[in-house]
């Protein structure tokens, strides 16, 4: 009979850690479109600064993730529906997504910055005027220039993303271009041949990148946003924006 007891205590214990183990394996969303935040390998993987960064808050907070690859096309639907329990996708934070979801603390400065060759004399978008100037389409950048040269200036070329734009750049068809810093440091650090340079300006309105959850899902957000605290103070955050982007690591709006 104790031997009978201890192997059902055995079975008890055995079931319940096979449960919990269970409950903290979180389905993670992300598109594969938004190169270099996340997209998909040749393996069909998805890699990218946003994968980096839930894999290390994973890690610090010793839960287990499963990536799946998510159309932004309702991508936030899938957490009220429960097929996904996290979301990290380049997703900026506003007052309307809070409506929808729970954001965690920022974990990336998301803004629009100049980019010239390296040798411009262009300081600001004052500076813009004269030059051919390519924008991503209705994008803030896109709204900023319009107001500086004019919506309808023969000097503004619109582009349907980024990576075309900066293409465009390198060709010598535009003399600056206006885009999201996290693409154009990226498209800076992977070809330096092409010898290009960001210009700030506080006209760009600093918005931040969040992680999402389902609204009041309290707890899980509260792991996600101790494991970015973790990554932060122990560095090893900086090591992937390093890896992805610069040196020129941001300090992050306090939690």
């Known amino acids: 009979m104790f031997k009978s007891l201890?192997?059902?205590?055995?079975?008890?214990s055995s079931l319940i850690t096979s449960a919990y183990a269970a409950q903290t394996t979180y389905v993670?969303?992300?598109?594969g479109t938004y190169r270099p935040f996340e997209y998909e390998n040749s393996?069909?993987?998805?890699?990218?600064?946003?994968?980096?960064?839930?894999?290390?808050?994973?890690k610090a907070e010793n839960f287990d993730i499963k990536m799946v690859n998510t159309p932004w096309e309702g991508i936030f639907a899938t957490l009220n529906s429960g097929d996904r329990d996290i979301i990290i996708s380049g997703i900026t934070i506003t007052d309307k997504r809070k409506a929808m979801v729970d954001f965690s603390a920022p974990y990336f400065p998301a803004e629009q910055s100049i980019v010239v060759?390296?040798?411009?004399?262009?300081n600001s978008v004052a500076a813009l005027k004269g030059l051919k100037v390519g924008v991503v389409n209705s994008s803030t950048g896109d709204i900023v220039v319009s107001d500086e040269l004019g919506k309808n200036s023969t000097d503004i070329k619109r582009f349907d993303n980024t990576p075309l734009m900066l293409q465009e750049l390198a060709e010598d068809g535009i003399g600056a271009?206006?885009?999201?810093?996290?693409?154009?440091?990226?498209?800076?650090?992977s070809?330096?041949?092409k010898a290009l340079?960001?210009?700030?300006?506080?006209?760009?309105?600093?918005?931040y990148f969040g992680i999402a959850v389902a609204k009041d899902n309290t707890e899980l957000l509260g792991k996600i946003n101790a494991g970015l605290k973790?990554?932060?103070?122990?560095?090893?955050?900086?090591?992937?924006?390093?890896?992805?982007?610069d040196k020129n690591v941001p300090t992050l709006p306090a939690q």
């Open 6 to 12: 201890v192997l059902t205590g055995c079975l008890l």
């Open 28 to 31: 993670v969303g992300s598109g």
């Open 43 to 58: 393996q069909k993987q998805l890699e990218g600064f946003d994968i980096d960064i839930i894999k290390a808050i994973a």
């Open 117 to 122: 060759p390296a040798d411009s004399k262009v």
């Open 177 to 189: 271009a206006v885009g999201d810093v996290g693409v154009v440091k990226y498209y800076i650090k």
């Open 191 to 193: 070809h330096p041949e």
């Open 197 to 207: 340079k960001l210009v700030p300006d506080s006209k760009f309105e600093r918005q």
């Open 230 to 245: 973790t990554i932060v103070a122990d560095g090893t955050y900086a090591k992937i924006y390093e890896t992805w982007f």
